[in-house]
T-cell receptor, first 111, second 113 residues
Framework: RKEVEQDPGPFNVPEGATVAFNCTYS??????FFWYRQDCRKEPKLLMS???SGNEDGRFTAQLNRASQYISLLIRDSKLSDSATYLC????????????FGAGTRLAVHP | EPEVTQTPSHQVTQMGQEVILRCVPI?????FYWYRQILGQKVEFLVS????????KSEIFDDQFSVERPDGSNFTLKIRSTKLEDSAMYFC???????????FGPGTRLLVL
């Protein structure tokens, strides 16, 4: 079983749509959780950290369910500039901050 | 805003040659990392470095790989004898502390012919 699993997509949505991405992780001892965004041939950039209480940053909302080992990202009012690959990332417990990446979910927002 | 920088942006080399990839982490950061991403695949951890020594490495990081922080600002990844399968994008990252956010550099695209 992969450590971090995501639906690869692509998700093709019109501008203004709401889209949700899901991710599951296998190591129950994982401590920190993130969504990164990666544009084509560029570096991963932190979008937001994910907390058990859920957190929101503008149009983006992230949720963590530790019992189900499930992480989600909701994007409201999608913009063309949201088109990218969204990476679910987990920090391995007990290590020196080794990040485990999912393969990513591709989002394409069209006019 | 401070950022991680990497040089070169692209490197083409012949199989069996040595390459050195260079990174300048964010200046007050203490934890340094190398990751790689083979085209079309996920980002994979290679090695973490703290207090002038390797703190963790993956199975990918075999004897052909080494890291160094030669002068207190640069952080390098050396591949001694490159193989075709080393062709990938190599990302350097740095973080201020354990469990702190990691910031990634723009990457070096390595092509081994």
């Amino acid at each position: 079983r992969k450590e971090v699993e995501q639906d690869p997509g692509p998700f093709n949505v019109p501008e203004g749509a709401t889209v949700a991405f899901n991710c599951t992780y296998s190591n129950s001892a994982s401590q920190s959780f993130f969504w990164y965004r990666q544009d084509c041939r560029k570096e991963p950039k932190l979008l937001m950290s994910v907390y058990s209480s859920g957190n929101e940053d503008g149009r983006f909302t992230a949720q963590l369910n530790r019992a189900s080992q499930y992480i989600s990202l909701l994007i409201r009012d999608s913009k063309l500039s949201d088109s990218a690959t969204y990476l679910c990332v987990v920090n391995r417990a007990g290590g020196y901050n080794k990040l485990i990446f999912g393969a990513g979910t591709r989002l394409a927002v069209h006019p | 805003e401070p950022e991680v920088t990497q040089t070169p942006s692209h490197q083409v080399t012949q199989m069996g040659q040595e390459v050195i990839l260079r990174c300048v982490p964010i200046s007050n950061h203490l934890y340094f990392y190398w990751y790689r991403q083979i085209l079309g695949q996920k980002v994979e951890f290679l090695v973490s470095f703290y207090n002038n020594e390797i703190s963790e490495k993956s199975e990918i990081f075999d004897d052909q790989f080494s890291v160094e922080r030669p002068d207190g600002s640069n952080f390098t990844l050396k591949i001694r004898s490159t193989k075709l399968e080393d062709s990938a994008m190599y990302f350097c990252a740095s973080g201020a502390g354990l469990q702190e956010t990691q910031y990634f550099g723009p990457g070096t695209r390595l092509l081994v012919l």
